[in-house]
């Protein structure tokens, strides 16, 4: 049974930084291509970032870039999304989701989906 806990959130004041972790079971992470979303109070889910199956190529949403990363710890089956410099605006439950096809920007195209972790960032 594939499981995906994502953990990490919390609230933390603007400029400062938090970092998801996604621990996945049933299936190891390397195996998967993976991606960070996110959703805020009446938005849409939105793309924040992907990472490859072979882990060479990772992805991030323009609002994101330079401030978030994306990663993965094969040997803990874990990945993760390093947040710094946050703005309010970066609030929303964020989601980790796996697919067994491509690093996709698109939610529909993602296979397995974690509950979410809230971050809070205030001004």
């Known amino acids: 049974q594939v499981q995906l806990v994502e953990s990490g959130g919390g609230l933390v004041q603007a400029e400062g930084s938090l970092r998801l972790s996604c621990a996945a079971s049933g299936r190891t992470v390397s195996t998967w291509a993976m991606g960070w979303f996110r959703q805020a109070p009446g938005k849409e889910r939105e793309f924040v970032a992907a990472?490859?199956?072979?882990?060479?190529?990772?992805y991030h949403a323009g609002s994101v870039k330079g401030r978030f990363t994306i990663s993965r710890d094969n040997a803990k089956n874990r990945v993760y999304l390093q947040m710094s410099s946050l703005k309010p605006e970066d609030t929303a439950v964020y989601y980790c989701?796996?697919?067994?096809?491509?690093?996709?920007?698109?939610?529909?195209?993602?296979?397995?989906w974690g509950q979410g972790t809230q971050v809070t960032v205030s001004s």
């Open positions: 990472l490859s199956r072979s882990g060479s190529s990772t």
């Open positions: 989701a796996a697919s067994v096809g491509g690093a996709y920007t698109r939610a529909s195209d993602y296979d397995y």
